[in-house]
């Protein structure tokens, strides 16, 4: 009898230690579950052509790519051709429209350098609104910041009334309706504001537009280093301009 229940008791706690044995496996390789998929993946470096991020719901919100696989120019699902391939960044709205972006490129060939870099911010179902960039054509550079004001036409119904135009036969007539097309009634699909920068003709420069797209005041400092502020009509011509040169001889009368 006493046989019996010694050998119970080991029965026993045999079981109990096959239990005690199965729950920490579990628990282990449960821990070691929820802690593989919690885990961040890190990668010291990684060769890909296009990151897109995206929201839960799938939506694009930014596109990080070579010039290759760069996306074209998509407004409310539809495709438009023609955008240039180049490296960089394009943001999506809460929408999924695209409203703005970073790009770089430059190249030399046979000597001549062309090459240009920026950051654009569009407005709301338009086109660039502020930019900031650099281009370069043979030997000629400039770079600033530009401040556009954009028709109050959606961009998709811009680009639709355009290409209806294209298709009309070339010549005279066609020019003339794409030119009212662009003056929009007074209200050019794009008119710069504000330009402050290097311009091509190595001057440093601030220069204010008017609604129309046209300069009316520039303050100046030339490749010379000479200073001016210069008043501009609809023309274009310079109204009037004061110099540094001018404000320094009243001031030592």
Same mark, same amino acid.
């Given at each position: ?19 005690? $044995?199965?729950?920490?496996?579990? $628990? ?17 470096? #990684? ?5 897109? #991020? ?21 407004? /409310? ?21 695209? +409203? ?20 654009? &911010? ?26 556009? +004001?954009?028709? +109050? ?16 036969? $070339?010549?005279?007539?066609? +020019?003339?309706?794409?030119?009212? &097309? ?43 280093? $000479? ?9 274009? /011509? ?16």
């Amino acid at each position: 009898m006493t046989r019996d229940l010694f050998s119970r008791c080991r029965r026993l706690l045999s079981f109990r230690t096959y239990v005690a $044995a199965t729950t920490t496996s579990a $628990a282990v390789l449960a821990l070691a579950a929820f802690t593989s998929v919690n885990a961040r993946p890190h990668f010291q470096e #990684i060769d890909v052509e296009r990151v897109n #991020i995206v929201e839960p719901d799938g939506k694009l919100r930014l596109t990080i790519s070579d010039a290759a696989r760069s996306p074209g120019w998509v407004f /409310h699902g539809k495709a438009y051709p023609g955008r240039p391939k180049g490296a960089g960044m394009i943001f999506f709205n809460d929408e999924g429209e695209e +409203d703005g972006g970073i790009g770089f490129g430059g190249r030399k060939v046979n000597g001549k350098i062309t090459a240009d870099g920026g950051m654009a &911010f569009d407005r709301y179902d338009q086109d660039e609104a502020v930019t900031l960039r650099y281009t370069e054509e043979d030997g000629r550079r400039q770079q600033g910041l530009s401040v556009t +004001d954009r028709a +109050d036409m959606p961009i998709v119904e811009m680009l639709a009334h355009r290409d209806s135009l294209m298709k009309l036969p $070339a010549g005279p007539g066609r +020019d003339s309706a794409l030119q009212a &097309f662009v003056q929009n009634h007074g209200q050019p699909l794009a008119a710069r504001r504000l330009f402050a920068g290097r311009a091509s003709d190595r001057s440093s420069v601030v220069s204010l537009s008017d609604p129309l797209g046209r300069p009316r005041l520039r303050m100046m400092v030339d490749s010379t280093g $000479a200073a001016s502020i210069q008043f501009l009509d609809t023309l274009g /011509h310079v109204s009037r301009s004061i110099s540094g040169l001018d404000t320094l001889a009243r001031s030592s009368r």
